[in-house]
């Protein structure tokens, strides 16, 4: 059965840094394309980065040079190292596998997430 | 800056139909946007409705169905239920490796 489980939210104060991790079970992280999306307080999914398969990684331009995806194979675990932390970086952090063939890309599965506050 | 738009809010009566569209700033969409849909209720992490345009997910009632109605993606309710009454995001791959979400519609079955 996959699961996906985030952990690391919190909250934090503006400027600040923070750690989100995803706990995969199932299937290997280092072999799918794996995402996270993010959903501010009452507002819509907004896509925040992937990492594909070969590590190649992608970001939105409203989180583009402070935050960071990475993954550990060892652990089968996805990270979103978020720096310079902003009040608007407040949301739910979804993790999603992004399933990725020829002729096929979506996000298939997801976790439950974890709420990310920053506010002083 | 590429948007995805769709409508904000929509209302079917119980056993009707409802298309929900998804619109890329951009241009028109087509399947190499890899056109998906989401559902989800208050609370709840999104669950994958379709994808691929028109493939429904694992579990998925037939009543929903995807497809491409001229520059638009689409999702057609046909038969609404009660618990169908939730929010629908569609997702769009706009190349360089980004995605981009709609804003979603909020359905009301009443």
């Known amino acids: 059965e996959v699961q996906l489980v985030e952990s690391g939210g919190g909250l934090i104060q503006p400027g600040g840094s923070l750690r989100l991790s995803c706990a995969a079970s199932?299937?290997?992280?280092?072999?799918?394309?794996m995402t996270w999306v993010r959903q501010a307080p009452g507002k819509g999914l907004e896509w925040v980065s992937i990492i594909h398969s070969a590590g190649s990684t992608y970001y939105a331009d409203s989180v583009k040079g402070r935050f960071t995806i990475s993954r550990d194979n060892s652990q089968n675990t996805l990270y979103l190292q978020m720096n310079s932390l902003r009040a608007e970086d407040t949301a739910v952090y979804y993790c999603?596998?992004?399933?990725?063939?020829?002729?096929?890309?979506?996000?298939?599965?997801w976790g439950q997430g974890t709420l990310v506050t920053v506010s002083s | 800056q590429t948007v995805v738009t769709q409508e904000p809010s929509f209302s079917v009566s119980p056993g009707g139909t409802v298309t929900l569209t998804c619109v890329l700033s951009?241009?028109?969409?087509?399947?190499?946007?890899?056109p998906s849909w989401y559902q989800q209720t208050p609370g709840q992490a999104p669950r994958t409705l379709i994808y691929?345009?028109?493939t429904r997910s694992s579990g998925v009632p037939d009543r929903f169905s995807g497809s491409i109605l001229g520059n638009k993606a689409a999702l057609t309710i046909t038969g609404a239920q009660a618990e169908d009454e939730s929010d629908y995001y569609c997702?769009?791959?706009?190349?360089?490796?980004?995605?981009?979400f709609g804003g979603g519609t909020k359905l009301t079955v009443l």
């Open positions: 951009s241009g028109s969409v087509s399947t190499t946007n890899y």
């Open positions: 997702a769009l791959y706009v190349g360089g490796g980004i995605w981009l």
């Open positions: 999603a596998r992004a399933f990725r063939e020829v002729g096929e890309y979506y996000f298939d599965y």
């Open positions: 199932g299937f290997t992280v280092r072999t799918n394309y």
């Open positions: 691929n345009t028109n």
